[in-house]
């Protein structure tokens, strides 16, 4: 798995603005050594001594004054023009009329993401093929989140009544991490993002076993009852599964929830042991999630957690 | 009395005595003596300090280890919340107000403020507001929608505890106590100087507080209105931000930032004030160009009406106003610059006494610059839109307001303590105090930077233990006790120094505005006698009749 950082682009989204900010960066340590040594040289230089004669009252030099008002106006200047251009290199206009290729609605706490073409819906964990530049149109369900993979480029809020567009694109096959960036509540923390840059065949792959939808039928055992409990508890007011009812996005759609690499937003690996603990308890997994403790039996959880891992 | 000579030919001020101390608790409760207001109002500052500064180790305690779980969501939420609003409103603003109310009167050379009761009036609704809003830990919880409380989070579908409605109307009555203040301060500038004391001659810390008074009339009322809004939002249903019933969630953010921006300077600009006095004292030099330097603070205050929305470049407000806001937030950077090399040139060729005042002095050079150019980078808005709302960011403003705005107020204290209490603060605990906060200062926020260049957001009260994300939160959790260790050394300063300190006299620093020129403490009526006024600095002028500043023109 890839670290974070800004610094370490694998996009050519990304690539732009850590260019622009080591430029930037570099502009503003000169100017910081140079701030700083006028300092330190002044503060050992001009040290009092004992018996000194009053220094010169100097009141001010109009020349010097204007020349240091002038010199950082340029360096902006500067600044500004490479700005501008980082600004079309890493969020380029969208083309009129392009139809975005992915839809993604922040919720109080996990993301929900629509491939528009395709028709899949994922959570958390969003898959694209590499070198393809994906326009994603981005939504919220609540209150305001914000989109945020830092090796993929930039941030976009997304608000509630507010459509945004953004550029999505990685260069390299890889999970990259990210998460929200915009407080949304108590759960603001647990709300990661990992997207799985992949090739085309994977991706397509990926894709097609997305739409494939589970049989309950051909269930048995713990597992059998587990698709019972699931239907005949309130799971389906909020959670949808492929081929049992229509499209709830209150929570996460779970029809492939056994081929997910964490589960609650990022809080835990998805095992089924911990798939039991959150099903158990989510309150004390993560509190204030909007799914309440059920507080089913061991056996309903023995069950359901049978059930939920054949959804791969 | 007075210990500088004066002239007796000289053209002077008859004020009226002093009347004999009184001690009794009613006499601060029930004063309108700017003094007294003055101190009381930094007695407040400083004890929300003390609480702020809990409340930002218990935060640190939370975050020194991936998946803590020593405070819950809920909790750490409240907390983050009420540190940034009490170091704002609680902190920030009454201590710039209270060394304000007590400087201003004695910087001009006069009796009292413009407007005594008023003056109290607004004391008492800090007082008031501020035990209103900590109330809310009481009342069923404290607001958890951050200091900036963001629609729709704050309204009552996503926050339904009554923390919010604290915060809005508290918010309210210390936004009214500001303007009042506001008020007081710009009429007691124009209409109370004393004979002499043209507005180019004012001190350039009076200068300072001159222009922020107008930026809190006209970013105050900003505020008020926007939580008004909030509260009509959340009692009445009127739906001002909330989308779903038509209004507009993005709006709250440009009426909040409307007042956040300027409040920035409203913070900072007083503090620019008390460096450029200490510097040129301690430097033993006249400010280099106070034309400059009084100048830039003017266009950094209209400037800060135009850049509200660079804290929204990640709303997805389209590339041309991402630019127009680019380019205002790019100008600012100018005046700032200049007043650096105008203190610096100020040292420059003089003879520096290294006090506690002037080391904090030079602390605050350096470290503001840190949160200067930090600024820049996210004035270069493809940057914002990567480090926005990270850990980078809650060290650039950390650098600004407390290496840049607490670091020039702790010069502040050091140098007008005597003033204030007649006894000079120990020099042995002031250096003390100074490097252990330099250094845990720059332990706690320095490597903030770069956690959230790797990816670490702001607001989360834990996050997944990612490579060497836990190192750099421990390290800034050891940074943050040892500023804690640094606050304990300074207040205890304070207190052995009000008992045991060295006698200060009216001028302890060879000072020569004219606050130095009564006794320490000032009489109830500051002045016996007043020196005259033909320059900038009087008591130099008194002390230097060969070469006095008027002299030269100014």
Redesign the interface.
Known sequence: MQ?????NPTSAL?H??AH??LI??VI?AA??VL??M??LY??VR????DN?I?????????V??IA??VA??LL?VY??T???Q???R??P?ASENRPPDMAIVGH?WWWEARYLTSGVLAANEIHVPVGKLFLVRLESA???H?W?V?QL?????A????P???WLEADLPGTY?????????????WM?IRVIAESQADFERWTAQQLAIPSVASLTGDAGSGSQIFQRLTCSNCHSISGLQANITIGPDLTHIAGRQTLGG?VLVNTPENLAKWLKNPQAVK??SLMPDFELTNDQVRDLTAYLETLQ | MSGVPLFPEAPTLRLAKARGPASSMLTWVATVDHKKIGIMYLVVSLIFFLAGGVEALLMRIQLAIPGNSFLSPGTYNQIFTMHGTTMVFLVGMPVLTGMANYLVPLMIGAKDVALPRMNALSLWLLVFGGLFLYFSFLAGGAPSAGWFSYAPLSEKAYSSSQGLDYYALGLFILGIGSIVAAINLIATIILFRAPGMSIRRLPLFVWMVFITQFLVLLALPALNASVCMLLMDRLLNANFFVTASGGSALLWQHFFWTFGHPEVYILVLPAFGMISEVIPVFSGKVIYGYEFVAGSTVAIAVLSFLVWAHHMFAVGMGHPIDTIFAIGSMLIAVPTGIKIFNWIATMWGGAIRFTTAMLFAVGFLVMFTIGGLSGVSFAAFPIDWQVTDTYYLVAHLHYVLFGGTIFAVSAGVYYWFPKMTGRLLSERLGKQHFWIMLIGFNLTFFDQHLLGIIGMPRRVFTYPDLPAWGTMNMISTIGAFIMGVAVLVFAWNILSSLLHGEIAGDNPWNAWTLEWATSSPPPEENFDLLPPIRSRRPLWDLAHPDDPDWKHGH
């Not at chain 1, 998460?179 to 603001?188: I, Q, R, V």
Request: aromatic share 8%; with cysteine; hydrophobic share 40%.
């Open positions: 670290g974070g950082s800004i610094l990304a732009p603005i622009l900010f930037v960066g503003m100017i910081f701030v700083t006028l300092v002044a503060c001009f040290r009092s001594k000194q009053e220094p010169r009252q100097n009141h001010g030099n109009a010097l004054e240091w008002t950082p106006l902006l600044i500004f490479i700005t501008v980082a600004m079309h890493s969020d206009d109080q609540d209150v305001i914000d945020w830092p480029g930039r941030k976009m809020d608000i509630p009544g507010r945004n567009l953004f991490l990210g998460t929200c960036a915009e407080y949304c509540g108590a759960e603001h923390a990661r990022g509190p204030e």
